[in-house]
């Protein structure tokens, strides 16, 4: 349970963006309520405290202008592969599962991931010519 909670832990650490923003105030125990910049727009203001405690590790910011991303209506937006930088076998009990390291072409920031090597071949062919 340990070894899956620090796996999930560097996950999530890999992907947090060290941003500065003004609270406004306090509006429970544990949720804040934040001033956020008009390029925004709808995004909820309200975030539990575990999304705002500082991130370790330096990030270069990048700004993105909001039109050159195509949101969808539930604000997020679709980032593609971009190559295939690595490849291992993940071994477990009673099997191997294939991975690949995934260099995505985010707007935001550019990010790595290890996918099944099956769901990558299946969603990006492309990139196994």
């Known amino acids: 349970m ?6 999930q832990k560097s996950y999530t650490d890999t992907r947090r963006i060290d941003l500065s923003f003004e609270i406004v105030k306090k509006v429970g125990l ?7 910049p008009d390029y925004f727009g709808e995004v909820h203001d309200v975030f539990h405290v575990l999304t705002l405690k500082k991130c370790f590790g330096q990030q270069e910011l990048r700004f993105v202008d909001p039109e050159c991303i195509q949101l969808y209506p539930n604000l997020t937006y679709e ?3 971009t190559q295939i930088v ?12 294939p991975l690949v390291k995934v260099s995505w072409d985010d707007p935001l920031a550019q990010y790595f991931s ?6 990558i071949r299946e969603q990006y062919p492309y990139l196994f010519l």
Request: hydrophobic share 35%; proline share 0%; net charge positive.
């Open 79 to 81: 980032t593609a592969s």
């Open 2 to 7: 340990a070894e899956a909670q620090s796996r």
């Open 114 to 119: 290890w996918e099944r090597e099956a769901d």
């Open 30 to 36: 544990v949720t804040y309520r934040v001033a956020l």
């Open 86 to 97: 690595d490849w291992k076998e993940q071994r477990l009990r009673s099997k191997t599962i």
